[in-house]
């Protein structure tokens, strides 16, 4: 039996880069297409002009929150240079979530960066910090009425891709680019990814502090930053490595979150580890697009240990999904995930929403054909057709959950 708190919010998240297309100060932008394999964003889904179509097809269907971006390179494409179009463009993206009866989410960073901070050493540079602190000093006066913020999207990820970037800069290092969001499959294989350097994650718990304090002074939202977790599957033997895997990966990430008013958790698949550290994945007939096994119990998993690290910080599940192109597959998958949930709840695991990722079919970091989005996107024409999936979730949510145990609320 399936039961979710009162209050508790349904919908689902979109990136700012991933889906607004044209983000042409960015420093992905910048850096699309210079590597072999790597797609370009383009237009991405038009969710700049369309972004209150995507909206009322959140509200229509029974969807409760909407979690968007800010992106900092449209806000500040040149330092020091605040653009009040821009910010009075997001504003009326707020706006207009709000109108619909829907709860809006907002992150205030999601991976990608000015392309001047990228010039002067992206979150390398001795500036760095302050340059975001200031940044977001700049958007708390389009933050009226804004519930929850999250200040940096999985920073432990974004200090694994700033390694990458040291990698990427070594000629003998340039290789065919894979999303490191992409786990590998038949027709990319991945390297072994280096883990974040804890002294660029440290940097990001300090700008995500600063943010937290400037954003407690100005507005009243709830405010945190979401975490990529791994969902460590701990075989026999495996113990010790599993600990300090998770230390490096997320952990100190989840640590740093103790003072936090929430903490988003942010799990699609699971990473055995034994003795020797991370058990290969031998490949399944399930398996998801981008390589991960089936593991829809992954969500719980992960929020038990999010839950434990923090020390009882509310939990909300800004991200879950499964790259896959049989929407069956999808809604058993992302059943599977809120039975976990709601097993969680059931434990005393405080958890107040579930967003699935993602909304859209959209540009999956260097490439386009990972689809996770619950809304398919016509790529010429923009047209959004809602996947069977789309519906069924809307329905759940109409419901608060009811309908998963074949019932109305």
Excluded at 81 to 99: F, P
Aim: glycine share 10%; with cysteine; hydrophobic share 35%.
């Amino acid at each position: 039996m399936t039961t979710f708190p009162d209050g508790f919010l349904w919908g689902a998240s979109t990136a700012p880069h991933q889906t607004e297309g044209n983000n042409t100060a960015s420093d992905f932008w910048a850096n699309e297409g210079r590597m072999p394999g790597m797609e370009f964003s383009g237009d991405a889904c038009d969710s700049y002009h369309r972004y209150g179509e995507d909206v009322r097809l959140l509200a229509d269907a029974g969807y409760t929150a909407y979690r968007f971006g800010i992106e900092w390179a449209r806000i500040e494409p040149r330092p020091g240079m605040i653009s009040k179009a821009q910010l009075a463009h997001y504003r009326r993206m707020i706006e207009t979530v709000q109108q619909a009866g829907l709860t809006p989410v907002v992150t205030l960073h999601h991976f990608t960066n000015p392309q001047w901070l990228a010039q002067e050493g992206g979150w390398l540079a001795d500036s760095a910090v302050d340059r975001y602190r200031s940044y977001v000093g700049a958007v708390t006066g389009i933050l009226e009425g804004v519930d929850w913020i999250a200040t940096i999207n999985e920073p432990n990820m974004l200090a694994m891709m700033t390694g990458m970037a040291r990698l990427a800069a070594d000629p003998e290092a340039a290789k065919e680019w894979t999303s490191p969001t992409i786990e590998g499959d038949t027709e990319r294989p991945r390297p072994q990814l280096p883990p974040p350097d804890p002294e660029i994650g440290r940097r990001f718990i300090r700008a995500h502090h600063a943010a937290r304090e400037i954003l407690h002074e100005r507005t009243d939202a709830k405010v945190g930053w979401t975490v990529a977790n791994r969902a460590y599957e701990v075989l026999p033997g495996g113990e010790q490595a599993a600990r300090e895997l998770s230390w490096v990966w997320e952990d100190l990430y989840l640590e740093a979150a103790r003072g936090d008013d929430f903490i988003g958790v942010q799990s699609y698949s699971t990473i055995p580890v034994g003795p020797d550290g991370p058990v290969p994945h031998t490949p399944q007939p399930d398996d998801t697009l981008v390589g991960t096994p089936y593991r829809p119990d992954a969500v719980g998993i992960a929020a038990r240990h999010a839950w434990e690290v923090t020390g009882g910080v509310p939990i909300l599940i800004t991200e879950n999904g499964i790259a896959t192109k049989d929407d069956e597959q999808r809604i058993s998958y992302t059943r599977g995930a809120l039975e976990a949930v709601s097993s969680a709840v059931a434990d005393g695991v405080d958890i107040r929403g579930y967003l699935h990722w993602s909304l859209l079919d959209n540009y999956e970091w260097g490439h386009w054909d990972p689809t996770f989005g619950l809304i398919a996107v016509d790529r010429e024409t923009f047209a959004r057709t809602p996947k069977p999936s789309f519906t069924w979730l809307g329905d759940v949510a109409r419901t608060g959950g009811a309908s998963l145990n074949g019932g109305a609320r």
